[in-house]
């Protein structure tokens, strides 16, 4: 499928029964709510993904589904985390053999690599596929940034035409803009900066409260693109107390909670990961609460 790195790609949580089995019901179920609420890809196996926890197999079988889900309306992507080269080309031609659309792809894993050692393992990664590739841009909680001089370094490898920022600088969007116009698509991967990385010219966002409240995320996007700037901004005043739920250690925990209090997922994680408890867990589900109880009313975003 040809598509553009435009709009709103959901991190999708994966979702596991009491047995600690893949919950296929529920992930169809929160896909589905994704569709219903005009996003425009989806992401499997991301760090909010538990990815780092799911067997190939597993992987396999979330791609597959999904993609059985979408039934060619919107494309998915399948995010490569791995720990060498090989094992990453490995991941990218079986994402390639299961149907999906595209790639984001990490710098690699727990080895902190140089510069050089970066861009080349990007590029071997992307010369393996023909798979349109987003890199993921990191550095706060993987300890490599990818520079513009790096991204110059990529201009050569033609897939590779994207980059989820999650800097947190909000700057980095125009450094990137000034640079390479629009040859690598800017989504913002911050879910509080999404709203100011959109105004900034960011052409997509990588959310994850999307997981919960799809209809919400959607439509400050397409507010902003529309120029209706104070609408989006009323939804983004009420949205920031559970937008800043992502940016915590415990973040699929919380998107997790938020998920069962809105009736598209629950809160089963995959030890060593286990769900909150005493009084963070209050913290947390008190803004869930609140939120939902303030919930704003939304213009009829999908048809603008």
């Not at 690599?113 to 890199?135: G, H, Q, R």
């Not at 370094?153 to 897939?159: E, P, V």
């Not at 989820?164 to 990137?176: F, G, L, Q």
Request: net charge negative; with cysteine.
């Amino acid at each position: 499928m040809k598509f553009e790195w435009k709009g709103v790609f959901p991190a999708i949580t994966t979702p596991f029964t009491q047995d600690d089995k893949l919950d296929l019901d529920m992930f169809s179920k929160n896909i589905q709510a994704q569709i219903e609420a005009g996003v425009n890809g989806i992401v499997i196996g991301g760090s909010l993904g538990e990815a780092s926890t799911l067997a190939p197999e597993e992987k396999s079988v979330l791609v597959k589904g999904t993609l059985k889900i979408l039934s060619g309306r919107i494309p998915v992507i399948v995010n490569i985390a791995e720990q060498s080269t090989k094992q990453a080309i490995l991941t990218a031609e079986k994402a390639e053999e299961d149907g999906a659309d595209g790639l984001m792809l990490l710098p690699p894993m727990k080895y902190k690599a140089t510069d050089y050692e970066t861009v080349e393992y990007f590029k071997a990664v992307a010369n393996s596929t023909s798979l349109p590739v987003m890199i993921y841009n990191n550095p706060v909680d993987y300890k490599i940034e990818v520079t513009p001089d790096m991204f110059e370094q990529l201009l050569d490898c033609g897939n590779i035409n994207a980059v989820k920022d999650s800097t947190r600088d909000i700057n980095n969007i125009t450094r990137m803009i000034n640079r390479f116009g629009g040859r690598f698509k800017v989504l913002t991967g911050v879910d509080p900066l999404g709203m100011e990385s959109l105004l900034m010219g960011a052409h997509g966002w990588v959310a994850g409260l999307v997981c919960a409240f799809p209809r919400e995320t959607v439509a400050i996007y397409r507010l902003i693109k529309a120029g209706r700037i104070d609408e989006a901004l009323k939804i983004n005043r009420w949205f920031l107390p559970l937008l800043e739920l992502d940016i915590s250690p415990q973040l699929v925990q919380n998107i997790k909670l938020a998920e069962a209090a809105t009736g598209i997922g629950t809160e089963n994680v995959r030890p060593p990961r286990l769900p909150l408890t005493g009084k963070e867990r209050e913290r947390v589900q008190a803004i869930i609460d609140n939120s939902i109880k303030t919930r704003p009313e939304l213009p009829d975003y999908l048809n603008m």
